[in-house]
């Protein structure tokens, strides 16, 4: 079985915050989902588990960040293209998101855009040149001490 991850994020609108990700393309699964919580299904190993704070903090005893103010993480999410990293960053815009970085990052070989979903959490979109992916790791082991 292939490595999956499951994102947990703490949301305080769950039903507005799973119309947030269906229109940035995730599909939600609904045998994961009931009124405290909605698994949103990215890919066959991507899924994004969001949850009421009060379902969140059942799995920590830790205060629950306000990620309009605090920066918690940086998830970032491959695409297939340049064009899909501005088509899934424009989708979160019109759908109540806002851009969190005012440029792009745009080199030869890797091009991202940052979004803020509707809760605050920092999403970047990044597309690779499929021969840097390849190229980067061994450029890092030369630098490495």
Same mark, same amino acid.
């Given at each position: 079985?292939?490595r999956?991850? !499951?994102?947990? /994020?703490p949301?305080?609108d769950? #039903?507005? *915050?799973?119309? !947030?990700?269906?229109?940035?393309? +995730?599909?939600n @699964?609904?045998?994961f989902?009931d009124?405290?919580?909605? =698994?949103?299904?990215? *890919?066959d190993?991507t !899924?994004i588990?969001l /949850?009421?704070?009060?379902?969140f903090? @059942?799995?920590?005893?830790? %205060?629950?960040?306000?990620?309009? *103010?605090? &920066?918690?993480?940086?998830l970032?999410? &491959?695409q297939e293209s %340049?064009?899909?990293v501005?088509a899934?960053t424009?989708?979160?815009?019109?759908?109540?998101? $806002?851009e #969190? %970085?005012?440029k *792009? @990052?745009?080199t #030869?070989f890797?091009? &991202? $855009? =940052?979004?803020?979903d /509707?809760?605050?959490?920092i999403w970047?979109? /990044?597309?690779?040149h499929?021969e840097a992916?390849?190229q980067v790791?061994? #450029? !890092?082991?030369?630098?490495? +001490?």
């Amino acid at each position: 079985m292939p490595r999956m991850i !499951f994102v947990n /994020l703490p949301v305080v609108d769950l #039903a507005k *915050s799973k119309a !947030f990700y269906e229109a940035i393309g +995730a599909a939600n @699964q609904p045998k994961f989902t009931d009124e405290t919580a909605a =698994c949103m299904v990215f *890919s066959d190993a991507t !899924f994004i588990m969001l /949850l009421t704070h009060d379902k969140f903090s @059942q799995f920590t005893s830790k %205060r629950i960040a306000d990620a309009h *103010s605090t &920066s918690e993480m940086l998830l970032v999410i &491959s695409q297939e293209s %340049r064009e899909a990293v501005d088509a899934i960053t424009d989708k979160a815009v019109a759908a109540g998101g $806002r851009e #969190a %970085r005012e440029k *792009s @990052q745009d080199t #030869a070989f890797m091009y &991202s $855009r =940052c979004f803020e979903d /509707l809760d605050g959490h920092i999403w970047e979109p /990044l597309w690779m040149h499929p021969e840097a992916a390849v190229q980067v790791p061994e #450029a !890092f082991a030369n630098t490495a +001490a």
